[in-house]
């Protein structure tokens, strides 16, 4: 028996289909072990030698992989055809080497396409593994781990409210917050344009002032008002006659085939797709062997494949549509990976693949493959200049027309910032002609800062610079996202304060690490290993050369004097100068203190240096802009009008609240975010700090309905049941007979709206494809989930429940299921430890005795891993 591991059970099953009875197909779930997430996992000391520890929740696979290999005459190692892969497969060897169930003979095969003649062909040509990617994915683990585990510590110790920071993921954020930094610094110009709505023979076109008073005019030369005015009423007064009119041939080349890059920008901006969802489905795709690998810089695409595009063009258009000869595209990506083709369907006949995003990312990946072989577009840009009779006043209108479509006929890649200055059609016109003039508009515009990242653009700017790898792009932003450094909002990121504390840090302290050169140099670097061109240990020391004693450096120093050298790092942005002239850190309370950077228990914050006598605080985020004068420590509302204490409304942690009363008695109330703060008072405060609200009491039980804010959100509670309310205003407006009915919705779908949808799923997706079991979408108290009725697995964030498909939903189930063998044990292991509770009474008794070198074993066991 041959044993074959790969990946994922998809993956497993459907190359299981392709080999003979001989071989058995088995699936490691990604890695199986990693650097134990505590100190002394890598020791420089040592050569960089490393500890690796075996993931818990993959005991079940890889108790079933070693019994199969201690069977077998053969292991064959056929994860992905990358660095990743060949990680993979290096694990999987070393723990069954350590089990001693390696068999005698040890091959790697690599397919860039899960189909049956590509399996077949990898099969017959296998090679051994490639220790050069092998060193390469070393490097880089140990490198991220040791910036991680190095740099954190000393972020918790001297910059209160820090998570952590990554080696690529703190340059990522560099960039955020620099453009955050170039948005606020921005100030807009003002400048108008005149354009004149013109006519020639029944068809209208636009034209826009370019000349004035006899001089050539700029984009912002017309700078206000009066200025837009007089050139307007010019433009009104002249008889206009066509100059000249210029046509330029103007031919587009088809984009090459998507990259793993390209595919999740292009994913953003048309699907509007985040990088780790494009991704998830791109690998269920691959593994139903739909397309090509998706984790690649090249844009090649095999022989064979593209003699069957250029078929497939043919068929569906006229042969005109087919080039002479086939496209042949290079990578300009900086720092491209390993050599591998581009992503591109495996058959240009099949039309369709799956269903719902995976649909809409395969027809995506398949119209772009199909359009890099088409042949260019041919189109034909005309610029029409007219004067007015005194030659001091000119007009140009600009048209774009296609004559022959080509690749466009199919596909036209999306852009970031979409700005047509071409215009359209223009008609028929002659020199000597004189349009008709109906309308001649002065417009206003600002110049606008440069956008926001969005996740396409984000990703583009990675790749431009050399940061990271294309295939890490997804992990990168989900980090930055899930530890609350940025925050995405209409699919734009905007830097969160922790992040923003979190860069000025690191550029003061750390500048080097977060330089975006020296990070795509390092990059370079490690991919000369993968090369077999440099030493991966030597590249190692050279950077924990310089690296650790920085650490040890910043580490000495006092939180007081981090605090301070950062108040002057960012002393720009955090009191930029005033138009007035007066003085950015005069305390705006007690007008005689200075405001100065501090650092507090949940983070820094600016604060007067007349602590305590003036309380005068600011949140760091606020910078010193518009509104930095927004929090300016506790504000006294008024008196409450039952009790006489007085209500202060506070910022705190987790947001703006309010307080009556002073000390442990006080009593506390978050501010919802849906009052509006213009609307916020004394009024509002008085309300919620009365809460919870007796609604009545119910007709059925007489018992009372409360009306109260929780952790959720407003709810109603009745007798142990509760129901959603849908805003904070319906916490005091509702009666009794709508509380009743809503507890009663509630109750029918399954109780408290918190558990709506525990009796009745929000929708039936289908059978399982690989089970055959029903999977139901439900709605849970934390969010939705699918079940098979065994598994429940949540949704992630990047997954709209109405978009679910039933492949997803599956994909979700078996990657839930696969982690459930460890929870299972761990709550058979729970009772065990009862029994010898028992026997503490019978302290003569030794057998607890016995138990303590069983204990030590546990230990020994994972050390040989």
């Given amino acids: 028996m041959q044993l074959v591991i790969v990946e994922s059970p998809a993956k497993a099953k459907t190359i299981e289909k392709y080999l003979g009875s001989d071989f ?52 064959i190692l056929a994860t992905d055809p990358d660095r990743e892969g060949e990680a993979i497969s290096w694990h999987v060897q070393e723990v069954l080497r350590n089990k001693k169930a390696l068999p005698d003979k040890v091959d790697r095969v690599t397919f860039n396409a899960i189909t049956k003649a590509a399996v077949t062909e990898a099969m017959a040509h296998p090679r051994a593994l490639d220790e050069d990617l092998i060193d390469a994915y070393r490097a880089r683990r140990a490198l991220d781990y040791l910036v991680g585990f190095t740099l954190s510590p000393v972020l918790w110790r001297k910059l209160p409210g820090a998570k952590s920071a990554g080696r690529v993921q703190s340059v990522s954020l560099r960039l955020i917050v ?38 050539k005019l700029g984009k912002m030369d017309l700078t206000n008002e009066s200025q837009a005015m007089l050139a307007k009423t010019a433009v009104e007064n002249g008889l206009f006659t066509i100059e000249s009119i210029e046509t330029k041939p103007l031919t587009r080349n088809p984009p090459p085939p998507f990259t793993t890059s390209t595919l999740q920008q292009e994913a953003a901006r048309k699907l509007g797709y985040s990088a780790s969802h494009t991704m998830r489905i791109a690998q269920q795709l691959y593994e139903d062997g739909a397309i090509t690998y998706m984790r690649t810089d090249g844009v090649q695409m095999d022989g064979s494949a593209i003699s069957e595009a250029r078929k497939a063009i043919s068929d569906r258009y006229d042969a005109s549509y087919v080039p002479d000869s086939p496209r042949i595209y290079k990578s300009k990506a900086k720092n491209a990976q390993e050599a591998h083709e581009a992503i591109r369907p495996t058959s240009f006949t099949k039309k369709t693949a799956g269903s719902g995003d995976h649909a809409k990312l395969y027809d995506l990946v398949l ?59 223009l008609p028929a016109m002659s020199k000597g002609d004189s349009p008709a ?174 602590y305590p006598d003036c309380k005068f605080t600011r949140r760091f985020a606020q910078g010193g802009g518009a509104n930095a004068d927004e929090d300016e420590g506790p504000q006294e509302l008024g008196v409450d009008p039952d009790s006489d204490e007085k209500i202060t409304k506070k910022v705190g942690r987790f947001g703006p609240y309010v307080e009556k009363g002073e000390g442990k008695e006080a009593k506390r109330s978050s501010i919802p975010k849906d009052i509006p703060a213009e609307d916020f008072g004394l009024e509002w405060a008085v309300k919620l700090l009365s809460l919870p609200r007796e609604v009545g009491l119910h007709p059925e039980t007489s018992e009372p309905v409360m009306a109260q804010i929780g952790r959720y959100g407003p709810y109603l509670s009745h007798n142990g049941s509760s129901a959603r309310l849908e805003n904070t205003q319906e916490v005091f407006e509702i009666g009794m007979n709508a509380a009743v009915a809503k507890l009663a919705d509630a109750a029918k779908s399954g109780g408290g709206g918190r558990g709506r949808g525990k009796m009745e799923p929000l929708k039936i997706m289908g059978n399982h494809p690989r089970t055959e079991i029903e999977i139901k979408l439900m709605d849970g108290r934390y969010g939705p989930y699918v079940t098979d009725g065994t598994t429940n697995a949540s949704l992630p964030k990047t997954l709209d429940k109405d978009q679910l498909t039933l492949e997803e939903a599956a994909q979700l189930i078996d990657d839930r299921a696969a982690k459930g063998p460890a929870k299972k044990r761990a709550k058979k292991a729970a009772p065990k430890k009862k029994p010898a509770a028992k026997k503490k009474p019978a302290a003569k008794k030794k057998p607890a005795a016995k138990k303590k070198p069983a204990a030590k074993k546990a230990p020994a066991k994972a050390k040989t891993e």
């Avoid at 993959?58 to 079933?64: F, G, T, V």
């Avoid at 004067?387 to 004559?403: E, F, I, S, Y």
């Avoid at 138009?579 to 228990?601: H, S, V, Y």
């Fill in 437 to 610: 003039k109906k309308a001649v508009d002065a417009i206003q515009h600002f110049t606008q800062p440069p956008p926001r990242y969005s996740e396409a653009s984000l990703v583009k700017k990675m790749e431009e610079l050399g940061i990271g790898r294309p295939s890490t792009y997804a992990s990168i932003i989900k980090t930055l996202k899930d530890r609350a450094y940025v925050r995405i909002e209409k699919n734009r990121f905007f830097a969160e304060e922790s992040g923003r504390l979190l860069t000025g840090f690191l550029e003061r302290f750390f500048d080097r690490y977060v330089a975006y050169d020296y990070t795509s140099a390092l990059e370079d670097e490690l991919d000369e290993v993968s090369g077999g061109r440099a030493q991966w240990q030597a590249i190692l020391e050279a950077f924990w050369h310089d690296f650790k004693p920085k650490t040890v450096e910043v580490m000495e120093k006092m939180p007081s004097e981090v605090t301070a050298e950062l108040d002057i790092f960012l002393g720009d942005y955090l009191f930029p100068e005033k138009e007035d002239g007066t003085d950015p850190r005069l305390c705006p309370r007690c007008n005689e203190g200075k405001l100065a950077l501090r650092g507090g228990r949940f983070g820094a914050f600016v604060a007067c240096s007349n």
């Fill in 24 to 75: 058995k197909v088995l699936a490691s779930y990604g890695h199986i072990r990693d650097l134990p997430p505590k100190d002394g996992s890598v020791d420089p000391d040592d050569g960089f030698a490393m500890t690796w520890q075996n993931y818990p929740d993959k005991a079940k696979q890889l108790k079933e992989i070693t019994a199969e290999s201690k069977k077998a005459t053969r292991l």
């Fill in 178 to 215: 620099e453009r955050e930094r170039e948005i606020e610094a921005f100030k807009p110009q003002e400048y108008w344009s005149v354009t004149a709505q013109m006519e020639q023979g029944g068809q209208a076109f636009e034209a826009r002032l370019t000349i004035h008073d006899g001089k």
């Fill in 367 to 425: 119209k772009r493959a199909m359009a890099s072989q088409m042949a260019s577009a041919r189109l034909e840009r005309t610029t029409v200049e007219m004067l007015d009779g005194t030659g001091k006043t000119g007009l140009r209108a600009n048209g774009q027309v296609v004559k022959f479509p080509g690749f466009l006929a199919l596909y036209e890649e999306g852009r970031d910032d979409d700005k047509d200055e071409d215009g359209g059609l």
